[in-house]
Structure formats: C-alpha cells, structure tokens
C-alpha cells in the first residue's frame, strides 16, 4: 500500500469481491453469504482496513456512539467514586461492543436545552441516564428524540411506575438499609438515627423506607422520636446531618448513612464532639466503596456492584439498540452487608 490507507477497492481485490459487497458487510449490511463475508472479514484484517465511519452510518442509521448523562455537576461526579466505578463498569460494556461513550453532564438548568439539542441531534443511537432528580426534564427530551434509554436507579418521576417498557438498573435499596439497621438492633443499639439523601431521587427514598421498616419490625420509634436528618450524598452533607442528629439527640447511640461519603463526614462529626466509634456510636454507610476501606475505624457498610450494574445497563441498551425480538427487563441486585469495625 506504499504507506497510504487501504481503500475499499484494495479490500475488494484482495478478497476478490465487488466493491459494493465489501461495503455491505464493513458497514453491517445484509444480503452477504457467509463465505464471501469471511473473505472479506480476512482481507480486512490482512490489509488492516478501518471503515470509514461517516460511510458506516449511512448504511445502518447507526452513530457507534451512545450517549452517558449524569444529572450532576462535573465537580461531582470527579469527587464521587460511585460515578467512577458506574462509568468504568459502562465503558467496558461498550468498549466490548465497539461502541462509543460521550458523557454528559447537568452543571444547572442552563444545561438543559443544550443537552435536548445534542440528543434530537442525531449523535447517539441511544443514551444511558443516572441519578436524576424527581422534575428531571431528561427522561422527556430522550422521549421526544426518540432514543431508547437505560436508567440507572428506579425511575420516581410522576407516573413512572406505571409506563410499560421502562428499562432501569437499581440495587434493592430498601432490602439493603434493612439490612444495616437489623444489624445495628442485633448489636443492642436503640437509638439510631438515619443520614438520608436527597430525598427527590430514589435510592434516598427507599433506603429511608428500609431504614424505617426495619425500625417498625423492632417496635418502631416512639412518636415524635424518629431520627432522620437528610443529607446530600457528600462528606460535607454528611457532617452537617450529623451534628444536627447530635443537637436533636444525645444520647444517640447507632448512625446508618445511606451512603458511604456521607458516612465519613459522620464519621469527622461524632470525632469533633469526642465520641469514639463503633463504642459510643456505630456507623453504618452504604455502597461498598473506596473510602469505606479507609476510614478510621475501616466502616460497616452495604455492598452494591456498582461496576457491574453499570456493565448491566450497557449491555441492556446495546441488546435493544441490536433489535432483536427479547422482551427486556428491569434488573434489581440484591445487596450484601459487610461488616468491618464501626459497627
């Protein structure tokens, strides 16, 4: 080739095809017996022939790419491991399947037409969205382009519960902060209290329910005595969470966070205020991440596959992008508990 990229010409001469049938099968095309495809999937390798995108999508109405937004500001999604490992569960789903990631972020409400643009723009086959707010706009602008989608977490808009057809990935989250707060009970903790997230998503609204449910089966709180401060899935939030449950109770004896960095900050609380963990009060978070390993004490938590739930709803997009006739479903992990020394 004296140093200049194959043409689909040289590939159709090396196979000994036409040019049109070399076109078809690059570019995903039917109608190709499967030994001249063979032949052609050989001259390709042989002469290292990289089709030409543009060429591609014209043939398939296909762009290789799918679309990843996170309904967050890009400061915190970097701050977050959670988002890191989702995202490095999704693009290796999507690296194995040749396709394209281009990630998206929501900074403030300014972001919103931008990102409506971008999805009716014709740019991605489908698109994969996590931790939306309950009046989040992106699930319509999705609609209204057309595109399938994957949530991640259990869909809380208006009515959602009840549209055929939704497809998400979620952990049982209320299965998991049931399973935190029986542990605590089992350990003759009484007083517990309950750092929430953000109570318009709902991985915050079930971990609540759990964390409430589990009470209830033990007797529940007495009235006017429930111990619940919400947070904001951050170690700062976390902090001010629990010196508020401190102010309101001091004699509380057992904190489950829902979620691991908010855990720390409680954590950070209850040294400032001289109480010694898991002996005064024992910490429980939720996710199984990186800072659960290294706090001091190492912190009880609730395990998600967070990795393997992003791998998940990759695959689930990529099996509707590929059309086949399988219904899809919901996919809902279940939770484990692993116990370290803070409670």
């Known amino acids: 080739m004296s140093g200049n990229r194959p043409t689909l010409e040289a590939v159709a001469a090396r196979a000994g095809v036409s040019r049109a049938t070399v076109s078809r099968v690059v570019n995903g095309g039917e109608g190709v017996r499967e030994p001249l495809r063979e032949r052609v999937h050989r ?40 988002f890191a490992r989702q995202l490095r569960g999704i693009s290796g789903a999507l690296a194995a399947a040749d396709t394209q990631l281009v990630l998206l972020y929501v ?27 309950r009046d989040d706009p992106l699930p319509g602008m999705a609609a209204e ?23 998400y990935v979620d952990t049982d989250n209320r299965a998991g902060a049931e399973l935190a707060v029986r542990h605590l009970l089992a350990r003759g903790r009484r007083r517990i209290g309950h750092i929430a997230g953000p109570l318009d998503q709902t991985s915050a609204v ?36 629990m010196a508020g449950l401190l102010a309101r109770a001091p004699d509380l004896d057992a904190v489950f966070a829902a979620s691991d960095l908010m855990a720390t900050g409680a954590l950070r609380t209850l040294r400032a205020h001289g109480r010694s ?66 409670g």
């Open 145 to 167: 382009a057309g595109l399938p989608v994957v949530y991640g977490g259990r869909p809380g808009w208006p009515g959602a519960a009840g549209e055929r057809g939704l497809l």
């Open 277 to 342: 963990v898991p002996a005064d009060v024992a910490v429980v978070g939720y996710d199984d991440l990186e800072p659960a390993m290294w706090t001091e004490p190492p912190l009880t938590t609730v395990h998600q596959d967070v990795e393997g739930m992003g791998g998940v709803m990759a695959r689930l997009l990529l099996r509707s992008l590929g059309g086949g006739q399988e219904r899809q479903e919901p996919v809902v992990t279940t939770p484990r508990l692993v116990v370290r020394e803070s």
């Open 206 to 241: 079930d971990r609540l329910a759990g964390y409430r449910a589990a009470l209830a089966a033990h007797g529940g709180a007495p009235a006017g005595r429930e111990l619940v401060a919400e947070g904001d899935f951050t170690p700062a939030g976390g902090e001010r969470a």
């Open 107 to 133: 900074a403030d409400r300014a972001d919103y037409p931008r990102i409506g643009r971008f999805l009716a723009g014709g740019h991605v086959d489908g698109a994969l969205m996590f931790s939306l707010h």
């Open 43 to 82: 001259a390709v390798a042989e002469l290292g022939y990289v089709p030409n995108q543009a060429a591609r999508t014209l043939v398939t109405r296909r762009t290789g790419a799918v679309a990843v937004v996170i309904a967050e500001p890009e400061s915190r999604v970097f701050a977050d491991p959670f």
